[in-house]
């Protein structure tokens, strides 16, 4: 029997191992879940981000770049774009604002989550720099113009002409002021 | 949890409802080319599978009617046989070969990228969308009309009980219109079935559908993705409109948003805010805090007696306009009007008994959102 | 299988221990066998009178008898009990009590880890139950429980939810590990894997998909566990987290899941046919297979359930057709069945019954499963009541129609006695009509544009709603019938021979009836 219960036990460390790998790669699907929205462009997340080497702009297209801003639930910030839409060329660097107050009369700090749709142009739109890159402070009463700069990647999938770039202002003061952390530099970079 | 006194009312209610026709079994061919493709398709597959079924269960209720015991069959000895089994996982392989391709013809149908005739955002909100035209400066919520005593059974239920709302989404009749779904709080799902539109509107992230309603008409939907407690009572209605009617409608939903920043700046009276302030009250409010502002103990806090809405009339204002984070109490600044705040606050701060007296002008709370 | 065995008729060894103490600290698996079976059926009874008040809810639109709160914590509860507490533990009785006997072996590979992995159980399940009664009330958020609902928005007693699936997970991977063990270590020799019943075969598949899921599931709700108290944002947008990665993670574990309830069945079913239909099973090596490219592919059709979250066209695609592929195995598995009935001696005992209803009803739930396979149309079925009707069809007459038919096949081999045939006929007919009539008019509704998860709807949905509300009563109570008959099947009735059934095959038919405490603990001689 001894041979039995050597046999087992060898099987079960084998068996528990493989469950313990399992759950580290439940978590491991986090890191995996980015990288293929990355190469999909699954969720209109845009990953392509910072300085870039000026382009000749392709002037035979014109797209169309639409701008939203969404208040999350009980985020009280006035919150727009100042243009709704504008049109660029491929390759061309553009410069775009968005506005916000803060209406409340207290100090508040936000944080923009962008999105982008059609899913399969956000790794085209590359974004040099943006206000979404930083949580944004605003004391009382306070507003100001918040800047995102951005070039529409040439090899732009001929069928898409449209755009759509939605930033979703998130309240962050209770978190923050709590001491909790939101995340490092290095994963805000990927937004 | 449990109410008690449900017997009587509801066998007469039973006895009351509308005789209408509700044995509706299958799903609608619906108002574009594309709902009527994926009805088309449906039905395909739905036949396939009938088809199959047929014989299948056939060859089974055969063998059972005729290879049973006490029919004196005997059992024969086969257990096996390479060919037969190759063949039946090829068939159904090719079966399937020639469902996908239909199938996936439709889907890159819905996934055209065309230039849209008008843009919508529509927002999921607990328990309500919103929707914005884009570029066109209209932006308002629709919420479910449906009156609560309908629900609790306390008045005869309408016709179309659960799928009104206050304000219906309206399109024109024959343009693309493109939807860019996205929510506020929790993950919604809108869906309108006979635009064979459903698409997840989920918080920090965007969505996007199309359209081309072919037929003037009234369509309704629901939210298909639970949203928290009242998923079910949070309706969708699309009217479309021809072009004609569509144009009026823009021209008078404009107006009638100058018309509501007038009223804010007129003087209203203590009974005029008390009356518009119980409906805003019925709508927006009393899901949560209930209608008898009692709230719900552990989950929604009452309101009647509460400190908050008999004394502090600061911060009252403060949370109607900007909600409490964590919470479900929602930023109400954006959704409703000058006027319907002031008139909520003071009926709140009035009804059941609170009876402070107060009176908050829409003026005051032009002044705050400035 | 070819298989007689050696008697050995001398069995030695002690009886059971007396008293309670037999049943907390029992490492005999027909003991922990029993003790899993009677916790899922009183799991079964709890889940069952959720529907019911849900059903009963549902009879008339307007709100009735719950208020819209309490009535998603009932769908929720519904679904985790019945999934967790019902399915999945009488799968795993039936595998304490059948396995080392089919297989010849004295007893499971680790009896101590078995005691263990049932007596995790009640805790779990009480602690979930309690959350009923807590401040804010239990979990509300559907048994998916998708984000941020589950997290922000959650009640406060989700940290006990999660803690209680933490728990249940535990249970479940040492469950499958003394599962696997004894498979692979303990056969009798000449047990060969090729001759292996076919029960045997499809728990040691459904066993490392086990392992291969359960964990992913304590890692998401760990994650959740996170998120809610530690400031991490795995999927919160607020933070650079992604509420849709939830779903990923969660179908990720969710759909091998949905086979871990469905392969047993295969197996149970697999079992019973051939017995009753007194001819070898057919294709037996095409089963094996089959069950196992179900259980590969298993892997790679997570996104079906998210088809309107917004995936790429590609993504779509992939996901349509691996999901369409599915049918190919599970097509094969019936036609087996129906190829083994084909020119056989059929007699139609209770087990039968029920496994010629799981036969029929299972494929139609394939059928509609194969139409929500179809994602342009999926967009018009999903999240309605064609989805629940869909996962009914599979579940109830699936999993839960074979569990009985298994529960029938076996009882005159774990108590002696036989069936009382006439009063396992008026159950079997009762639970078909029922779950007929319960389930078939919602695929109607769901067509017909009734969402799911909705406490109250508009009046064109109300016939049919009443309908399914009174076949769930005629459902529900009918198990009433199955509790007296278990238990006057315990208390006596006809002796049953060691063969028990006619056309019965397999080491389990050479025991005595009922099988001594303790069983081949000289291994048997397998020709």
Known sequence: ?191 | MIKRVWLLPWIGLFLSLPAKAAWEVNITPGATAISREVYDLHMIIFWICVAIGVVVFGVMFWSIFHHRKSRGAEARNFHENTAVEILWTLIPFVILIAMAIPATATLIKMYDNTDSDIDIQVTGYQWKWRYQYLGQDIDFFSSLSTPREQINNEAAKGENYLLEVDNPLVLPVGQKVRFLFTAADVIHSWWVPDLAVKKDAIPGFINESWAIPEEPGIYRGQCTELCGRDHGFMPIVVEVKSQADFDLWLADTRNAAQAQAAAASEEWTLEQLMERGEQVYNTSCAACHQATGQGIPGAFPALVGSPMVTTDIDAHINIVLHGKAGTAMQAFGAQLNAVDLAAVITYERNAWGNDTGDSVSPQRITELQQ | MDTTLSVDSTEHGHGPAKGLGRWFFTTNHKDIGTLYLWFSLLMFLTGGCMALMIRAELFQPGLQLVQPEFFNQMTTMHGLIMVFGAVMPAFVGLANWMIPIMVGAPDMALPRMNNWSFWILPFAFSLMLSTLFMEGGGPNFGWTFYAPLSTTYAPPSVTFFIFAVHMMGFSSIMGAINIIATILNMRAPGMTMMKLPLFVWTWLITAFLLIAVMPVLAGVVTMMLMDIHFGTSFFNAAGGGDPVLFQHVFWFFGHPEVYIMILPAFGIVSEIIPTFARKKLFGYASMVYATSSIALLSFLVWAHHMFTVGLPLAGELFFMYATMLIAVPTGVKVFNWVATMFHGSMTFETPMLFALAFVVLFTIGGFSGLMLAIAPADFQYHDTYFVVAHFHYVLVPGAIFSIMAGAYYWLPKWTGHMLNERLGKAHFWLSFIGVNVTFFPMHFLGLAGMPRRIPDYALQFADFNAVASVGAFIFGLSQLLFVYNIISCIRGGERATDQVWEGSHGLEWTLPSPAPYHTFTQPPVIK
């Not at chain 1, 956000?122 to 009463?141: I, P, R, T, W």
Request: some cysteine.
């Open chain 1, 1 to 191: 029997m001894d041979a039995l219960g050597r046999k087992n036990r060898r099987l079960v460390l084998q068996l528990v191992l493989g469950g313990i790998l399992m759950f580290g790669f439940g978590f491991a699907l986090v890191p995996l879940y980015d990288v293929f929205c990355r190469i999909t462009g699954l969720n209109g997340k845009i990953t392509n981000t910072g300085p870039i080497a000026a382009e000749e702009a392709d002037t035979s297209r014109d797209i169309r770049v639409q701008f939203i801003g969404i208040n999350n639930e009980a985020m009280p910030w006035e919150f727009r774009p100042t243009l709704n839409t504008v049109s660029v060329n491929p390759g061309e660097m553009r410069q775009m604002a968005y506005f916000a107050r803060n209406p409340t009369s207290a100090r508040m700090v936000a944080q923009a989550i962008p999105s982008v749709t059609p899913a399969e142009a956000a790794q085209y739109l590359h974004k040099v720099s943006c206000f979404c890159f930083d949580q944004q402070a605003l004391d009382a009463d306070e507003d100001m113009e918040m800047p995102l700069l951005f070039v529409i990647d040439k090899k732009l999938p001929a069928d898409i002409h449209t755009i759509t770039l939605s930033y979703t202002l998130f309240d962050i003061t209770p978190r923050l002021s709590t001491g909790q952390i939101i995340k490092d530099d290095t994963q805000r970079s990927t937004l």
